[in-house]
């Protein structure tokens, strides 16, 4: 590998074909002090490519992932909706494959045990791998026996040695922040009881390229999942999917169901049909598909750009809410700083007085909404922009209104 020419971190082809350009930028996830005295942040190239070969979209781990997930700061169990979807997971999970105390229930990347906690309380066993050691304390605090490793082929081959299998093997939201792909996935095959089932879920590439989802790109996320591409990674490491399931998480995830090649005859879902006749009626099994994106990607910027010229000729004052990760990607690609953009509002206290990473735009508590009162509020995490508008519906008493850039630049009705 040299660094003009990557290869495939699944089958090894030179990756010749851009998917997304992003020129350089800062890690999406370092909120800067405000004391800091570097007068820039680090960047470093964020460019997604396709392989031409198995069509997975990937952007190259120019930061190992030792740096950015090993002292993790992010607790799922902050995020109160998301633990209601895990305990909805477990639930069907439970009933659908009659999981009991005799049962075995492993997730990967398991956080602080926000959805092992809910097999636990129903006295089934349950074993936690999570490599930031800090949200592995968190997680045997509350009763999730969790092991503190970078899960891959040989931790597998060691649970196993040590008696270890998984009736139910769970990762979400993990599969895109694996470098070692193959590793990773051989791993899970040698994890799995014979008779067992595998559940992943991930945000879904198609929706990302349907709604340029392009601010989704991040140097932490190392791949970008068709089903088509998880079919053909699972197969060559005798995981077989027979179901999958479209969620409205991130934007739009899938979670895919799959169990051993050589375990036991199951029927293939008509959901699992009907997304492979979905991808295939947006064309995601040829190349031109992916390499067609980044003019859809120019306009995006060309919109944000335009709204914020315009704002500021009229003498508007604009503000943004939600210092999310994606947010950093959007306002970086498209030059964005704090002569644009006063301020972004957040609520939490671990962002609050810091700068975001690149742009330099301060973070303040969404209380100074208030004080500020801005014309114009940039919802950044688009996904939540429901949530948003209804939590801060005040804005519209002094006149002020919501926007999103994408996928494209809408002033919120
Ligand atoms: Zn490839």
Known sequence: MN??????????????????????????????????????????????RVCGECLLVQVEDVVPAEDIFSDYAYFSSYAQS??????????MAIERFG???????????????????????????????????NVA?????????TRTAFFGAALAQSLRDEGIHADL????????????????????AILLAEDGVLTMEFPHLLRLIEDVQFDTIYHEHY?????????RVFARHGLKLFDVEELPTHGGSLRIFAGRADGPDRRESTGLQAVRAAERTARLDRVETYTGFQPRVEAVREGLRAFLEQAARDGKQVAAYGAAAKGNTLLNFCGITADQISFVADVSPHKQNHLLPGSRIPVMAPEHLKTARPDHVLILPWNLKTEIT???????????TFVIAVPELTVLP
């Open 82 to 91: 998301w633990v209601e979807h895990a305990r909805k997971y477990a639930d």
């Open 223 to 231: 791949s970008y999942f068709s089903l088509l591409v998880v079919e």
């Open 99 to 133: 999981l009991g105390s005799g049962s075995s229930v492993i997730e990967v990347a398991s956080n602080d045990g926000y959805l092992l906690q809910h097999f636990a309380n129903q006295n089934i066993p349950v074993l936690g791998i999570e490599p930031a050691a």
């Open 3 to 48: 660094m003009d020419t990557p290869d495939c971190r699944f089958c090894g082809t030179t990756l010749t074909h851009t998917f997304a350009d992003l020129g350089r930028t800062p890690l999406a996830n370092s909120y800067v002090a405000l004391d800091t005295e570097l007068s820039e942040d680090p960047t470093y190239p964020l460019h997604a």
């Open 390 to 400: 209804t939590d801060h519906a005040y804005v519209r008493a002094w006149g002020g």
């Open 137 to 145: 304390e968190a997680a045997e605090a509350r009763g999730v026996p």
């Open 169 to 188: 093997l769970a990762g979400n939201n993990v599969l895109a922040h694996v470098p070692d792909l193959n590793d990773f996935v051989s791993g899970l």
